[in-house]
């Protein structure tokens, strides 16, 4: 996977299925440390590279409504 960006954005991070506190969850980090490295405040090479390792899934409508609504 040579070809991944360096960073992740939110866009990435919902396109493969993630709000922000699931992605949290998955990869064992705090919503808050997660969002810093997501909206660029803060860096981490490893939570970026387990962010963008996160396997594709489906983001129903109900799991976004909150984000969307910000």
Same mark, same amino acid.
């Given at each position: 996977?040579?070809?991944?960006?360096?960073?992740?954005?939110?866009?990435?991070?919902?396109?493969?299925?993630?709000?922000?506190?699931?992605?949290?969850?998955?990869?064992?980090?705090?919503?808050?440390?997660?969002?810093?490295?997501?909206?660029?405040?803060?860096?981490?090479? %490893? @939570?970026? &590279?387990?962010?963008? *390792? +996160?396997?594709?899934?489906?983001? %129903? @409508?109900? &799991?976004?409504?909150? *984000? +969307?609504?910000?």
């Amino acid at each position: 996977m040579k070809n991944q960006p360096k960073q992740i954005t939110t866009n990435i991070l919902y396109g493969r299925g993630y709000t922000i506190n699931q992605a949290a969850i998955k990869v064992g980090r705090t919503a808050y440390h997660v969002s810093q490295v997501v909206n660029g405040k803060r860096s981490s090479k %490893k @939570l970026t &590279e387990q962010l963008l *390792a +996160l396997p594709f899934r489906t983001l %129903k @409508l109900s &799991e976004a409504k909150p *984000a +969307l609504e910000k």
